[in-house]
């Protein structure tokens, strides 16, 4: 099933914040994104209908097996991106803005073609 950007925006900003905490609510969801209570509810109930989240009785939201695996992919897809960008000699600040912006529109084939680029030069870069 296919995710549009936005709803994949929401998927990496719920894992992102699993990661820091258990009890993950939609206003926190709202907050870190900078969007209103009823932009955050509608996004929720279209990856709750696509069985991608799900909430508890008390509000709090996870991800479902799928939604978790979509949302790890388009992490991971952030997370090399702004790698590769830095080492390009790009702030870390644009990096990561321009890693969003990518991350949603570029095929699994070029993705997979930059981490196995990557990989291959990673013993030839500067260590953090």
Known sequence: MAVQESGEMYLETILILTQRSQAVRAIDVGEYM??????????????????LAVTD??????LTEAGEKKAKSIYERHTVLTKLFVGL????????????????????????????????????????
């Open 89 to 128: 000699g790009v702030d870390e600040e644009t990096a990561a803005e321009d890693a969003c912006r990518i991350e949603h529109y570029m095929s699994d084939k070029t993705f997979d073609a930059i981490k196995a680029h990557m990989a291959k030069y990673a013993s030839k870069l500067p260590k953090e």
């Open 57 to 62: 009785e008390a509000g709090h939201i996870s």
């Open 34 to 51: 900078g969007f209103s209570k009823p932009s955050v509810s509608r996004a929720l109930g279209l990856l709750k209908k696509n069985g």
